[in-house]
């Protein structure tokens, strides 16, 4: 069956019923949103503050791949497997963005029988929360705009303006617009644009806000551009908009909780992408989980470049998480992509392209290893061509590393898959003692923190920028320069070159634009040609989807 099919027959358990019988969440303290929807209080997630924590694992991947990987299936599937084994576990995802889900990605609820459901939901509207962040966001460009149409008394320079609007989908003509067309009635006419929600400060800050006032705090903090007179920030909190936009995203903020489909807690909240934004789910939502369990699995987007990184460096710095291991997601197929096969021919046993493509896993391995300071446990995501041969190449490559690669077929077989997985795991999260490191010095100037993080993960010889980037990252250093980095860089090779694939290095990352996210708290690089704003496909996924006269959808992934 197809991943939508097996989620439309799921034996899903009403949410308010599993939460209380498995984890004694009292009705009281959530909010359904149907039978197998509910919003966690946050006043209940206060209350569990004198808990002690559960043991946060990362599940992150190799470069990915047309070929797939696996990452969020692996995910679920782990946590599955961990209660199998008697571990009580919830995991913690990201909201899937409508994007990729009409694009070229699909939807990202897991896959086969590792998923987390209703899948159908989680991958469309959801509870909502995307359209919140939305709103506020677009309530800001909004007030901005009404704000120069009425005499502009903050002096805010229509030229420098660093705030844009979001829209939920890719739509690439978006990009570069030009506002305020058809007379003064209109407003003022300026270039503008949109990114995807997911790029959004609000949704970043949205998924590291720790309680309501926080996230008033920090809406507040959103610079939106610089007077014409001494170049000074003009703030949200000078509009007075922060009040309003929190207001907007009041319900949003408490996580959501679902089921996997062996019927076990997920929190699924929040959801910036890892190759423009930070790429990790909310940290109320993971906090929240730390205390209702013993183990927590949660994920981090594309590679362990972009998203473990952000993970750690955002995430945990900011936060003050303590991951205990990462699982490293590879599969045969996306291993032997990068050593030069193609798509077509995957499927067939290649030990040399295989060999070849094995210097990304090693080049992730090391880097959670040696930089980010984590024992690692490789996950053989596994697939129906995959030989003997070929495993027994990956497992020996991992061996040699100092390691251990585990394969697991939870998409075939759900949680009894990755039972082997779960056990290696636990026993690695439980002998760790040793506590995580950062790739850079939290005082270190910006310019050496990008450059720390093209250098030592990359594989690059070092960065570079033009003159006009240098100089706003001097200028920023005044003020901000304690912030964490958040790369904006292709998820498709450590270059800015998506087409270079397997290891490269003694490359230069060039840093076409940096943006300052006060309220997030991280300085945005934005490296090579990535946009902020993806675009769809030629044959979009969309092209795929359809209804029927009974409500039920079919062609979703």
């Not at 570069?176 to 997911?198: P, Q, S, W």
């Not at 703030?235 to 995203?249: E, T, V, Y």
């Amino acid at each position: 069956m197809s991943d939508i099919e097996i989620a439309q027959a799921a034996n899903k358990r009403p949410i308010m019923a599993l939460a209380a019988e498995r984890y004694g969440i009292a009705n009281e303290h959530l909010e359904p949103y149907g039978h197998y929807k509910a919003k966690v209080s946050l006043d209940y997630i206060n209350s569990l503050q004198g808990k002690p924590d559960g043991k946060l694992v990362l599940v992150t991947a190799i470069s990915p791949t047309p070929a797939g990987e696996g990452k969020t299936t692996t995910t679920v599937g782990l946590g599955d497997a961990l209660n199998r084994i008697g571990r009580k576990t919830i995991i913690c995802l990201r909201e899937p963005s409508l994007g990729p889900c009409f694009g070229v990605k699909g939807g990202a609820a897991g896959g086969g029988y590792a998923q987390v459901v209703p899948m159908e939901d989680i991958n469309l509207h959801f509870t909502g929360d995307f359209h919140a962040i939305g709103a506020a966001h677009n309530l800001l460009s909004a007030l901005i705009d009404n704000h120069i149409n009425h005499g502009n008394a903050l002096d805010l320079d229509p030229r420098l303006i660093a705030w844009k609007r979001v829209v939920d989908m890719n739509d690439r003509a978006l990009r570069k617009i030009t506002i305020g067309l058809g007379g003064t009635a209109n407003g003022y006419v300026r270039e503008d644009g949109y990114d995807i929600t997911v790029a959004s400060e609000v949704m970043a800050i949205f998924c590291l806000a720790t309680s309501l006032q926080d996230l008033k705090e920090r809406l507040g903090d959103i610079v939106i551009g610089y007077t014409t007179t001494g170049r000074k920030p003009v703030r949200a909190r000078d509009l007075k908009a922060h009040g309003a936009m929190a207001a907007l995203l009041k319900d949003a903020i408490k996580p959501n909780l679902v089921q996997t489909l062996e019927n076990n807690l997920a929190f699924v909240h929040g959801g910036p992408f890892a190759n423009i934004a930070h790429g990790c789910n909310s940290v109320s939502a993971t906090r929240a989980a730390l205390k209702l369990a013993d183990y927590v699995v949660t994920e981090a987007g594309f590679g362990a470049d972009l998203g473990a990184e952000k993970f750690i460096d955002i995430k945990c710095r900011k936060a003050g998480l303590a991951p205990r291991a990462a699982v490293l997601v590879a599969t045969v197929r996306a291993l032997k992509y990068h050593g030069g096969v193609k798509k077509e021919n995957l499927s067939t046993e290649n030990l040399q392209a295989l060999e070849q493509g094995l210097v990304n896993l090693e080049r992730h391995y090391r880097n959670i290893t040696e930089h980010y300071g984590l024992p690692c446990v490789v996950s053989i995501n596994h697939f129906t061509h995959d030989t003997d041969a070929e495993i027994d190449l990956i497992v020996k490559k991992v061996q040699a590393l100092g390691g251990r690669a585990v394969i697991a077929r939870h998409w075939a077989h759900g949680g009894a898959g990755a039972e082997e997985l779960a056990r290696v795991v636990a026993d690695v999260v439980d002998a760790n003692t040793v506590p995580h490191r950062y790739v850079y010095d939290e005082d270190a100037p910006l310019w050496d923190k990008i450059s720390a993080i093209a250098t030592r993960i990359y594989g690059a010889a070092g960065i570079s920028a033009d003159a006009k980037v240098r100089a706003q990252l001097n200028e920023l250093n005044a003020s901000y320069g304690k912030l964490p980095i958040c790369m904006a860089k292709t998820q498709m090779s450590f270059s800015t070159d998506a087409g270079a694939l397997g290891a490269p290095s003694g490359h230069t990352v060039t840093i076409r634009e940096v943006r300052l996210a006060a309220g997030a708290g991280f300085i945005v690089a934005i490296a090579g040609d990535m946009m902020t704003m993806p675009g769809l496909p030629k044959v979009p996924a969309a092209e795929n989807i359809d209804v029927d006269a009974h409500g039920n959808i079919t062609g979703l992934f």
